[in-house]
């Protein structure tokens, strides 16, 4: 069946360096969306990409969607202790009836 | 305001006692779903209902059943409770499934002994 990957699984960084977490997908994707989990709280919806190539800003978090709709990337520039969390990608599974999310990627800022 | 609501949110309970885990959306949303956080496996999706009366398996719907015969409520059931389906659950409504956004609520910690 689809997978969705995403690497890191954990980042750490100092208050004010940039981060990055990446997904993959075993299929090509018809969207891709991304959710931020606070820890001790639940998944909220940042964003979805639909377009190849496709880029998104929002404030300091920048959203990418690959030529090949397959792959998708999240970057955040200088990090606030505000942006910890879990970041999940998601994409519609067969049929465009089910949601397959990644992995995750456990964000900690130093400060 | 708009909210999924879940109840409980904290759950202890043995392996074999029937629960059912509440879940109500008042946006309106045709599509609701469940889903389980396990650590390092993300969010897995148990079942998904399109419409009143119209449910079907997510990727791991073994050990649960669900029904909607409301639009605003989706509870998720669990016939016969065992260690492995302790978790964290989530409980999802978007507006269709073409919409996408999904609108999560606060979760369920079930530990099941």
């Known amino acids: 069946g689809q997978q969705v990957m995403q690497i890191p699984q954990y980042q750490h960084v100092q208050e004010g360096e940039d981060f990055t977490t990446y997904c993959n997908s075993s299929?090509?994707?018809?969207?891709i969306q991304w959710y931020k989990q606070r820890p001790g709280g639940h998944p909220v919806f940042l964003i979805q990409l639909v377009k190849s190539g496709e880029v998104k800003k929002q404030k300091r978090l920048t959203f990418q969607f690959g030529e090949a709709k397959k792959n998708s990337s999240l970057h955040i520039t200088a990090t606030q202790t505000t942006d910890v969390g879990t970041y999940f990608c998601?994409?519609?599974?067969?049929?465009?009836?089910?949601?397959?999310f990644g992995a995750g990627t456990i964000l900690r800022v130093k400060s | 305001e708009a909210q999924v609501t879940q109840n409980p949110r904290y759950l202890i309970t043995v392996t074999g006692k029937k629960l059912t885990v509440t879940c109500s959306q008042n946006m309106n949303h045709e599509y609701m779903s469940w889903y389980r956080q396990d650590p390092g496996l993300g969010l897995r999706q148990i079942y998904y209902s399109m419409n009143v009366e119209v449910t079907d398996k997510g990727d791991v719907p073994e050990g649960y059943k669900v029904s909607r015969k409301e639009k605003r409520n989706f509870p998720l059931i669990l016939e016969s409770p065992s260690p492995n389906q302790t978790s964290l659950y989530f409980c999802?409504?978007?507006?269709?499934?073409?919409?996408?956004?999904?609108?999560f609520g606060p979760g369920t910690r079930l530990t099941v002994l």
């Open positions: 999802a409504s978007s507006l269709s499934r073409r919409s996408n956004e999904q609108f």
């Open positions: 299929t090509t994707l018809s969207n």
């Open positions: 998601a994409g519609p599974g067969e049929y465009g009836n089910k949601l397959v």
